[in-house]
């Protein structure tokens, strides 16, 4: 590669601008996808520079898959990205897409919880005394506590992201680290996933069989089998219908578990 088309830091730092707007964008289907190729568009122009039209529409397309992550700490992401689009071959472009993906769930997860549900709250609050006062200064100090830290974040995110991903790249073993990264970053994945299905699915029976004086009731012996049992069936379920239709159907399987929902809370099957 030339050094032309090499990425400097202007780009990088237009990618730091860009994903000032990566909330900007969303859809049900790809989340965060369109604003992530909008925030890596200044990177890509650079790379593709000379390259052909199909190559620089396919480049944008494999930016185009479902990605969602937590917006502060996506910068981190696309540095690491913009390295791996630099110094990756055309024939393994695969694994900049397996990284990108592989990395938007442990990092969701840790910024959910040391960002929105920490810091977030600690600036709300300080904030708030002084609304409460009636002085004004209680917005704004909770807006500079909050964007003092998350302007930083994002800005030395892309470039630590950028130069740390450059040199595990370049690394003699870094193709070895890079996989152990991909596989502890999928494993971290799949328990933030396991553990929001648990919190956030509920699937409750009210059906109960027997006297009135000592009813069975039947969401108390699936509890006693194995708590969260329901719930579980039902990702399951669903995780399979997305599989087998290759995520074409996801909408229509969303509208039936709403109608099937609210039938059989009428039904009282459901509480």
Known sequence: MSTQNQIKKKDLNKMFWRSQFIQFSHNYERMQSLSTLFALTPILRRLYKDKSKEERVKAQRRHLEFFNSHPVLIPFILGIVAAMEEITSEDDKDSVIAVKTSLMGPLAGLGDSLLNFTWYPIAGSIGA?????????GPILMFLMINLLYFPLKYYGIHLGYSKGRDLLTSGDGKKILDRITNMANVVGVMVAGGLIA?????????????????????????????????????????YLIKKWNGKHIVAIILSIIVLSVALSMMGILA
């Open 199 to 239: 919190a956030v699915v509920k699937v409750k029976l009210s059906l109960t069989f027997g006297a009135e004086e000592a009813p069975i009731v039947l969401q108390e012996m699936f509890d006693k089998v194995m708590p969260n049992l329901l719930p579980m069936a039902v990702t399951l379920i669903c995780l």
């Open 129 to 137: 005394s002084f609304a409460v006062q009636g002085n004004p200064i």
